[in-house]
């Protein structure tokens, strides 16, 4: 996934602030809009460690590290 591909995704979630939508890669992370906060919530499964990120690019350069090293593996 490109990271302008990541910052589409970010976007169609800011979209849908009013909807629950969860991006998940089973046992690695889930992600999430949280309104309230105004923040992207990346949480890692293995851990339970919950990254909030305040805007679009921070939130799809954080995605993009975690997808590039699990392609490698």
Same mark, same amino acid.
Do not use: R
């Given at each position: 996934m490109s990271i302008d591909e990541i910052k589409k995704m970010l976007k169609i979630l800011i979209e849908y602030e009013?909807?629950?939508i969860i991006h998940t890669i089973p046992g690695i992370i889930e992600l999430m809009y949280s309104k309230? /906060?105004?923040?992207?919530?990346?949480?890692? +499964? #293995?851990?339970?460690? #919950?990254s909030p990120y305040y805007d679009v690019n921070a939130a799809?350069? !954080? +995605?993009? !590290? #975690? +997808? /590039?090293?699990i392609k490698k593996d």
């Open positions: 009013n909807s629950k309230e /906060s105004q923040c992207f919530q990346v949480t890692t +499964l #293995i851990d339970g460690e #919950i799809s350069q !954080a +995605l993009y !590290a #975690i +997808l /590039s090293t």
